[in-house]
């Protein structure tokens, strides 16, 4: 029993220090200031991660959105999207919609040896009410190909309504890779204004 503790209480400390220096990392990193097209959202992103966007795309499907790539990526990428759904966008019919399709796979499992979908819990970002929803699944790929390569994904998403529509910031990296990366995802999503 004494090792059990022992080797609990020895894990607790490696994860607060891997914590730690992740949180440093992330102080340390340049950011820059973000403004999207018609003031819908403002943001801090880090200066080194590349920044791409598709206004056409935007246009067309109401969905005003960012993606940001970290400059080294193992076997998938590790992103962070932020996105304004207007309230007429093509995939959504609310904020509702999207946790109520987001916090289950098609399936409308939460759970199965490949996925795993976290309730969702209701949260304050900067001072607005918000939705946290937390899942880690199995993707592979190149699944254009008869390859069954596969990697473990860890992603966070923060789904904030607003007046006319909602907002959705969106996490995701390969497992080994999420803890690296969490503190930019925080920073950006502490830095985050959008309209009411």
């Not at 004494?2 to 400390?13: E, P, Q």
């Amino acid at each position: 029993m004494k090792n059990l503790i022992l080797a609990v209480s020895l894990l607790s400390v490696m994860c607060a220090a891997a914590c730690a220096g992740a949180q440093a990392k992330a102080r340390a990193m340049p950011f820059k200031s973000y403004s999207m097209d018609n003031k819908y959202f403002t943001c801090s992103i880090p200066a080194a991660w590349t920044l791409e966007r598709d206004k056409d795309k935007d246009a067309e499907y109401k969905i005003y959105e960012i993606q940001l790539l970290a400059p080294k990526a193992d076997k998938a990428p590790t992103s962070i999207f932020v996105s304004y759904y207007a309230k007429d966008n093509e995939d959504f019919f609310g904020y509702e919609d999207f946790v109520k399709r987001n916090s289950k796979n098609v399936a409308g499992e939460t759970r199965n040896s490949r996925e795993v979908f976290d309730p969702p819990k209701n949260v304050t970002l900067v001072g607005r009410k918000a939705v946290e929803l937390t899942r880690e699944r199995m993707v592979y790929l190149h699944p254009e190909t008869k390859s069954d390569e596969s990697v473990q994904l860890k992603e966070k998403l923060y789904v904030l309504p607003a007046r006319e529509g909602f907002y959705v910031l969106h996490f995701s990296a390969a497992k080994a890779a999420f803890l690296e990366n969490a503190a930019v995802f925080e920073k950006i999503a502490k830095s985050f204004q959008g309209k009411p």
